[in-house]
C-alpha cells in the first residue's frame, strides 16, 4: 500500500479560535503541523502519496508538502468524510488506500492493520481501540468484523473505539454516491450488515485525538516528540514551565509561562503571567492570563 487520504477538510469548531487561523490540521504539535505528523506515521510504513482534502481556509495549505508527493483536493462545499473520499476516486485509481483523519496522532502499528485489510480481501478494515470514551464499534466474536456502529443496526452495543484510521479498497467507494455531501457511516452500516466490515484491534503505541483544546494542551504535556523550546525561540530571561515554545517565538524577560504552548512566531511581553495558555495569534500576550487563547 503506497497512498493514503489525510482528512483536512473539517471546520475545526471543537478548536476555535485556534482554527481560525490555521485549519486543524494545521496546528502545530510540537513545532510540526498535525498533519504532518499523520504523514510521518504513514511514512513509516512504506506510504509515499498523499492526498488531502481543503475546505476551510484553503489559503494556509498553499506551501504544505512542498517537495512531497501531496495532491490537495479543494471542496467549495464541504463534501464530509464519504463524499470527500469519493472525490479522490481518480487519483486513488485501483490502489488500495489508507484514511487517516488529520487531527489525530498516534503511533499505532499501522502494518498491522495493512497486513490485516490485504489478508481479508474486504472492502474497509478498521483500526480500533478498546479503551476510549466512544466506544461505538461493535465487533462479533472473532474480534476481526463490525456487527455495528453506535448501534444503529440495532444489533449490539459499542465495545471498541474507532481511531479515525482505517484501510479501503476501491470497490468500497462504489457504495458512495458521488458528488454528494455525505458521510462514510451509511456505506459503513451496509457492509456491516453482511459481516463486510474487517477491524482489527490496536491498542500498542499512542492514540490521541487532539480536536478539542484541553486534549491539545495534554499532549503537549504528556509527549515528548521534540525539544520543547525550539532552537529558534528566545526566551532568555523568562521563566518556562512545563511548555512548548515554537520556532520564532519570542518570551521576553520576566515572563512567566506555564502549561501552555506558544506557537511559532508568537510573542509574550515581559509582564505576562501565562497559566494553560495557548498564544496562536500575532499579537503579543500580555498581563495575567489563566485558560485563554490568546
Known sequence: MNKAFILGAGLGNRLR????RLPKPLVPLFHHPL????????????IGQFAINTHHLPEAWADFGA?????LFHEPVLLETGGGLKNIAAWMGNDPLLVHNGDIFSTLPLEKLIAAHEASGLPVTLALRSEGVAKHIALDSSGTRVTDIRKLLGRAEGTHLFTGIYCVSPAF??????????????????????????????DEGVWLDLGDRESYLQAHRELDLAPAVHPQAVVA????????????????SGAVVRDSVIWPGGRVSA??????????????AGEIHQDADL
Not at 517537495?67 to 495532491?71: D, P, S
Not at 458521488?178 to 459481516?195: D, H, N, Q, R
Not at 509582564?271 to 503579543?284: G, K
Open 237 to 252: 530571561g523568562a521563566v518556562i514551565e512545563r511548555s512548548v515554545v515554537g520556532p520564532g517565538a519570542v518570551v521576553e
Open 67 to 71: 517537495g512531497n508527493a501531496v495532491t
Open 17 to 20: 479560535p485556534l482554527t481560525g
Open 271 to 284: 509582564n505576562a503571567v501565562l497559566d494553560r495558555c495557548i498564544v496562536f495569534s500575532a499579537t503579543p
Open 35 to 46: 498533519a504532518e505528523w499523520a504523514m510521518a506515521a504513514c511514512a513509516r510504513v512504506g
Open 173 to 202: 467507494l462504489d457504495l458512495i454516491p458521488a458528488a454528494e455531501k455525505i458521510s462514510v457511516i451509511p456505506a459503513f452500516l451496509e457492509l456491516a450488515k453482511s459481516g463486510q466490515i474487517g477491524a482489527i484491534v490496536l
